[in-house]
Every structure is written in structure tokens, then in C-alpha cells.
T-cell receptor
Framework: EAGVTQFPSHSVIEKGQTVTLRCDPISGHDNLYWYRRVMGKEIKFLLH????????ESGMPNNRFLAERTGGTYSTLKVQPAELEDSGVYFC????????????FGPGTRLTVL | KQEVTQIPAALSVPEGENLVLNCSFT??????LQWFRQDPGKGLTSLLL?????REQTSGRLNASLDKSSGRSTLYIAASQPGDSATYLC???????????FGSGTQLTVLP
């Protein structure tokens, strides 16, 4: 069974540009999460989808970040326009069903904003 | 607001030693706690998941315990090997939220 995949693995962009990150969860997992780790900080929650619906987006830092999960399969996270402080590693995770189920993480996308 | 603390931040031990990593959390109303391993430049690998009703979980040389009332978990690694060198992260899922709250991790180095 394939794990959580993320694309691209690395992205280097200039301040003001737009970047779109993609996450493909484990097949059949209704729950999809985005997290990020910025330099020197803990991994922080961004948002949670249940199928195609946003369950919780309390961790989204501002309106430059837009997440979608059309059709309840893969998800995209767009940053527009990117700022220097957006640099970090963006992780995606997925889980089945209920709240107590294990979350499985992807390898992450390392974003560098110059 | 849930806060997760991991001590120590870094640990260096000789090969073969048994060791304990510590994790504490401020809000005991949790669903579960997960221990992860992260190798440099890689993603997170889930090691053990302990549900709030459980006291411990074991996988091979790893044993994780949970004391929910005191807000603590430990990860015990037996007979450490150089291949165990990585950053170990503790994360709790609590309350009405389904997201994980992470600690800052313990960077483990096992010397051959």
C-alpha cells in the first residue's frame, strides 16, 4: 500500500511568487492534515479536511494560504504571495475514520522563499 | 492550549545502552499520543501509538508508556544501535481537536 506522497520535495521561489504544494493521502483515508515546521520551531498544525470539507483551519497563518481538497482525494496548499517567513517544511498527514486513529505522514515539501 | 515538552533536547549515548526519552503535556484530556522518528531531511515515521485508555505499547526494542493523569510519556529504547540515531518526536491528539500537537523533539546520537 502506498504511503502519503507529497510533491514537490523541494521548492525555491522568490518573495511575491506563488507556490502550490500537493499531497496525496493514503487511499481510503478521509482525514487529511497539513502541518508545517518553520526554522527552529515545533511542527505546527495548519488545517484538517474530512473528505472535501475543511473541518478545522484554525492553524492557517493568514489569507495568503489557501488549501483545497476537491473530490476528497488529493489536496493542494497554495501560498500567494509567498513571504520570507513562509520558508520551512510542509508536511501532509492522513488517517482513517475516527479521532483516535493513527496519522501517517508524508516526506514533506521543503519550501525556501528568497 | 495544549503544550508538549520533550527533555532532553539532545542525547548522545554509546552503542548498546538502554535509554529513556521523556515527553510531558499540559492538558490530560487526550485521545492518544504518538511517538515519531525523523531522520535528517526525511519525513516522520510513526513508531508507536498509545490510546488514552492504554498504559503502554511495545514494538521490538521500543516501549512507550503513558501516564495520562500526570501528563507524561516515556519512550524506552533497549540496546541502542547507531541506526537509532535520529530525532524523536512526541505528539498528542487532544480534546475536540483532531490535530496533533508536537514537542520540539529529542535528537539522539548513538555512538558506535
Amino acid at each position: 500500500e502506498a504511503g502519503v506522497t507529497q510533491f514537490p520535495s523541494h521548492s525555491v521561489i522568490e518573495k511575491g511568487q506563488t507556490v502550490t504544494l500537493r499531497c496525496d493521502p493514503i487511499s481510503g483515508h478521509d482525514n487529511l492534515y497539513w502541518y508545517r515546521r518553520v526554522m527552529g520551531k515545533e511542527i505546527k498544525f495548519l488545517l484538517h479536511f474530512v473528505k472535501e470539507s475543511k473541518q478545522d483551519e484554525s492553524g492557517m497563518p493568514n489569507n495568503r494560504f489557501l488549501a483545497e481538497r476537491t473530490g476528497g482525494t488529493y489536496s493542494t496548499l497554495k501560498v500567494q504571495p509567498a513571504e520570507l517567513e513562509d520558508s520551512g517544511v510542509y508536511f501532509c498527514a492522513s488517517s482513517q475514520g475516527l479521532a483516535y486513529n493513527e496519522q501517517f505522514f508524508g516526506p514533506g515539501t521543503r519550501l525556501t522563499v528568497l | 492550549k495544549q503544550e508538549v515538552t520533550q527533555i532532553p533536547a539532545a542525547l548522545s549515548v554509546p552503542e548498546g545502552e538502554n535509554l529513556v526519552l521523556n515527553c510531558s503535556f499540559t492538558d490530560s484530556a487526550i485521545y492518544n499520543l504518538q511517538w515519531f522518528r525523523q531522520d535528517p531531511g526525511k519525513g516522520l515515521t510513526s513508531l508507536l501509538l498509545i490510546q488514552s485508555s492504554q498504559r503502554e505499547q511495545t514494538s521490538g526494542r521500543l516501549n512507550a508508556s503513558l501516564d495520562k493523569s500526570s501528563g507524561r510519556s516515556t519512550l524506552y529504547i533497549a540496546a541502542s544501535q547507531p541506526g537509532d540515531s535520529a530525532t524523536y518526536l512526541c505528539a498528542v491528539k487532544g480534546g475536540s481537536a483532531r490535530q496533533l500537537t508536537f514537542g520540539s523533539g529529542t535528537q539522539l546520537t548513538v555512538l558506535p
